[in-house]
C-alpha cells in the first residue's frame, strides 16, 4: 500500500496514466474496422442514404470534394456540417491517422474535464488520483464505447463536438471564478464569436441548455457586477462567443437537411412518430439512468448537504456550489430532451454523462475543502478507500477483457480483409460470403458484455442480402462484385 501510495504522490504519475490511457484507446481503435456510415461518407454526397447510388460515385480526395459534400448534405441529409466535416477529413486522411488523433482527443477530454473541475485553470498541476477518478467514472458509468470512441464517425459526432463544446465553456468557467482576470480569448471578440459558432454547432440536445446556463451566467454577473467587481466593458466582453453559440446553434437545428431526413426516415418505417416513439425512448431514457443511478445520487445527496450550510460557505466555494448544480442541470436536462427526439440511441447520453461527472468531480473538490474536511460525512477514509480500490479493480479487469476482446475483433477483421483483398486481385465475379465479427465473441455475447463492463466491440455492418444499400456501398469501396454477411 505504502509503494501504491508513493507511486500517486510522484509527479510524473500522471502523465503515465494519460500516456497508458492513450495507448488503450489508440489499440482500440486500431483494432476496430471502418463500419457503416464510414463507407458512405468516403464519398461526395449527392443524396440521402436510401435512394438508389448514383453511378458516378466520386471518393473523397481533398479539401474541395469536403466542402461540396458537406454544402449538399446541410440540405439533403442533416445539420451536423462541423462534425461530418472532421468524418470526411478523416476518412479521407485515413484510418490509421485518425486513430491516433482520436486517442489524443480522449485524452483532452478528460484534461478539459479536470481543467473545468480546477475553475477553468488549464494547468498541468493536478493530483494523478483525480485524472484515474475521471476516467474510472467514467468508464463505470458508460456502456457501448465503441459507438463514441472507436467508430470513425459517431467518434466525430460526439467525442470530438463534445471536445469543442468544452473547450469553449472552460473560459466561461474561469471567467465566472475569476470574473476580474483578463485573457486572450476575451479580448479578441471575433475569435471568441468564431469559437461560440463552432461550439454550437456540435450537439442538438446539449447545446441548448448551455446556451440557458451561460445566459443565466451573463445576467447573473451584468446584474451584480459591482459585488463580481468587474466593469460593464467587461461584461460585454462576453456576449461575443455567446452570441456565436447561439447562430451555430441556429444553424445547426435549423438545417434543411434534418427535415429531409426526418421524413424520410418516417417514410420508410426506419423510425417511429407519436405515441409509440414516446414509449421507446422512455425505454432507453429509463435504461440510461438506472445505470447512472449511484452517480446521480451522489451528486444530488452532497448538493443537498452543501445547500444547509451555503451560507457558511467561501466565495469560491458558493461557485463550486453552483457550477455543480448547473452542470448537474445540462447533463440531466440534455438527456430528458431526448424522450421527444426522432431517434434516441445509447450513445446520445455521452455529453450527459460528461457533465455529470464534471458536476460529481465539483461536489469531490467541495467535500475535500477546509471546511468539510474534518466533519462527520468525511470522517469515512477507510470505506472510501476500500470502495475505491474495489472500482479500480473492477475498471481494471473489465478494461483488459475489453481490450482483449477489440484484439479478437482485429484478428477476425483481418481475415475478412484478406479475402475481400484475394478477391480484389483474384475477381471471380461472385459475392463474396464475409464473417465481420468473431465467433467466440458472437455465440457467448452477454458473457463478454458482463465481462467487459459493456464496452464489448461491435461490429456488424454487412447484412446477408448483396442488394442492401451498405453492402453495395462496401463492394464498390473495395471494388469488388460483391459482398454480404457469412
Not at 468531480?361 to 477546509?370: H, I, P
Not at 480500490?389 to 483481418?414: E, M, N
Not at 467487459?452 to 448483396?466: E, K, Q
Not at 451498405?470 to 464498390?476: A, P, V
Given at each position: 500500500m505504502k509503494t501504491l501510495s508513493t507511486f500517486f504522490q510522484n509527479s510524473k504519475t500522471k502523465y503515465i496514466i494519460l500516456f497508458g490511457l492513450f495507448i488503450i484507446i489508440w489499440f482500440h481503435n486500431y483494432c476496430f474496422p471502418l463500419i457503416w456510415d464510414d463507407y458512405v461518407y468516403s464519398y461526395v454526397l449527392k443524396d440521402n442514404y436510401y435512394n438508389p447510388m448514383p453511378e458516378n460515385m466520386v471518393r473523397i480526395s481533398g479539401i474541395q470534394d469536403i466542402i461540396m459534400s458537406q454544402w449538399d448534405h446541410y440540405f439533403r441529409w442533416g445539420g451536423r456540417t462541423i462534425a461530418h466535416l472532421l468524418v470526411q477529413f478523416f476518412l479521407w486522411q485515413g484510418k490509421c491517422f485518425f486513430n491516433i488523433v482520436n486517442a489524443l482527443c480522449f485524452v483532452l477530454l478528460l484534461l478539459e474535464i479536470q481543467w473545468i473541475v480546477n475553475k477553468g485553470i488549464i494547468s498541468f498541476d493536478f493530483n494523478s488520483k483525480d485524472i484515474l477518478w475521471i476516467f474510472c467514472t467514467f468508464w463505470l458509468f458508460s456502456f457501448l464505447l465503441n459507438d463514441v470512441l472507436t467508430w470513425l464517425t459517431l467518434s466525430a459526432n460526439y467525442l470530438w463536438t463534445l471536445v469543442l463544446l468544452l473547450g469553449f465553456i472552460i473560459s466561461y468557467v474561469r471567467t465566472y471564478f475569476n470574473p476580474e482576470e483578463e485573457t486572450k480569448l476575451n479580448n479578441v471578440s471575433w475569435l471568441q464569436f468564431f469559437f461560440g459558432l463552432l461550439a454550437g454547432w456540435t450537439n442538438e440536445n446539449t447545446v441548448c441548455f448551455v446556451i440557458i446556463v451561460i445566459g443565466y451566467h451573463i445576467c447573473l454577473i451584468k446584474r451584480h457586477k459591482n459585488n463580481y467587481g468587474v466593469k460593464e466593458t467587461d461584461v460585454m466582453k462576453l456576449l461575443p462567443g455567446f452570441i456565436g453559440l447561439i447562430l451555430g446553434y441556429l444553424l445547426l437545428v435549423f438545417a434543411p437537411g434534418n427535415y429531409v431526413r426526418y421524413v424520410t426516415l418516417a417514410q420508410i418505417g426506419a423510425i417511429n412518430t407519436g405515441v409509440p416513439l414516446i414509449k421507446e425512448n422512455l425505454k432507453t431514457f429509463l435504461l440510461i439512468y438506472s445505470i447512472r443511478f449511484f452517480l446521480i445520487y451522489y451528486i444530488v445527496r452532497n448538493l443537498l448537504s452543501?445547500?444547509?450550510?451555503?451560507?457558511?460557505?467561501?466565495?469560491?466555494?458558493?461557485?463550486?456550489?453552483?457550477?455543480?448544480?448547473?452542470?448537474?442541470?445540462?447533463?440531466?436536462?440534455?438527456?430528458?430532451?431526448?424522450?421527444?427526439?426522432?431517434?434516441?440511441?445509447?450513445?446520445?447520453?455521452?455529453?450527459?454523462?460528461?457533465?455529470?461527472?464534471?458536476?460529481?468531480?465539483?461536489?469531490?473538490?467541495?467535500?475535500?475543502?477546509?471546511?468539510?474536511?474534518?466533519?462527520?460525512?468525511?470522517?469515512?477514509?477507510?470505506?472510501?478507500?476500500?470502495?475505491?480500490?474495489?472500482?479500480?479493480?473492477?475498471?481494471?479487469?473489465?478494461?483488459?477483457?475489453?481490450?482483449?476482446?477489440?484484439?479478437?475483433?482485429?484478428?477476425?477483421?483481418?481475415?475478412?480483409?484478406?479475402?475481400?483483398?484475394?478477391?480484389?486481385?483474384?475477381?471471380?465475379?461472385?459475392?463474396?460470403?464475409?464473417?465481420?465479427?468473431?465467433?467466440?465473441?458472437?455465440?457467448?455475447?452477454?458473457?463478454?458484455?458482463?465481462?467487459?463492463?459493456?464496452?464489448?466491440?461491435?461490429?456488424?455492418?454487412?447484412?446477408?442480402?448483396?442488394?442492401?444499400?451498405?453492402?453495395?456501398?462496401?463492394?464498390?469501396?473495395?471494388?469488388?462484385?460483391?459482398?454480404?454477411?457469412?
Open positions: 452543501f445547500r444547509c450550510v451555503y451560507s457558511y460557505l467561501k466565495e469560491t466555494e458558493k461557485k463550486q456550489y453552483i457550477i455543480s448544480s448547473l452542470f448537474l442541470f445540462i447533463g440531466i436536462g440534455s438527456l430528458t430532451i431526448m424522450i421527444f427526439s426522432p431517434e434516441f440511441s445509447l450513445r446520445s447520453s455521452f455529453a450527459s454523462l460528461i457533465f455529470m461527472i464534471i458536476s460529481a468531480g465539483m461536489v469531490r473538490m467541495l467535500r475535500n475543502s477546509a471546511f468539510f474536511k474534518n466533519s462527520t460525512e468525511n470522517k469515512r477514509g477507510s470505506v472510501n478507500r476500500i470502495v475505491s480500490y474495489i472500482v479500480v479493480i473492477y475498471v481494471g479487469c473489465t478494461l483488459l477483457c475489453s481490450t482483449y476482446a477489440h484484439y479478437l475483433s482485429r484478428q477476425q477483421t483481418d481475415i475478412m480483409m484478406q479475402q475481400i483483398l484475394h478477391e480484389k486481385a483474384n475477381p471471380s465475379g461472385k459475392v463474396l460470403a464475409v464473417k465481420e465479427s468473431s465467433d467466440l465473441i458472437k455465440e457467448n455475447l452477454v458473457f463478454w458484455f458482463i465481462i467487459t463492463g459493456g464496452h464489448v466491440p461491435n461490429v456488424r455492418t454487412l447484412t446477408d442480402n448483396s442488394s442492401y444499400w451498405i453492402n453495395r456501398y462496401i463492394s464498390i469501396y473495395y471494388g469488388i462484385s460483391g459482398i454480404r454477411a457469412y
